[in-house]
């Protein structure tokens, strides 16, 4: 939730949860945001889902240090509409390419 105080009144700017998706030499935060305050009535929220990837993390590797060949990563995807979905995402080296699905 993100909040402020006005003149002594609290008010709610968003609702909504941060998401981290951590593996062992990585990681993403995203904020996903479920409602926003609506701009015509105080204190009082509207649907609007947004989602925002606020930072990534990870180990470096240097181009001349990629292997050779394709890899294929199969796992977790979120998103504003599923949490729990699945993400396929082929990585070829050598065209220093990737693309991805995710299957909700």
Same mark, same amino acid.
């Given at each position: 939730m993100q909040k402020i105080e006005v003149d002594g009144q609290t008010i709610t700017l968003a609702s909504g949860e941060f998401q981290i998706y951590k593996q062992d030499h990585s990681a993403v935060v995203a904020l996903r945001i479920e409602k926003i305050n609506n701009p015509d009535k105080i204190? *009082?929220?509207?649907?609007?889902? *947004?989602?925002?990837? *606020?930072?990534?993390?990870g180990e470096h590797t240097a181009f001349?240090?990629?292997?050779?060949?394709? #890899?294929?990563?199969?796992?977790?995807?979120? *998103?504003?509409?599923?949490?729990?979905?699945?993400?396929?995402?082929?990585?070829?080296? #050598?065209a220093k390419q990737g693309h991805g699905k995710s299957n909700t």
């Open positions: 204190d *009082s929220l509207i649907n609007q889902r *947004s989602f925002l990837v *606020s930072d990534l993390g001349n240090q990629l292997p050779d060949g394709k #890899a294929e990563y199969h796992g977790k995807a979120f *998103s504003s509409d599923d949490a729990g979905g699945k993400l396929t995402y082929t990585i070829d080296f #050598a």
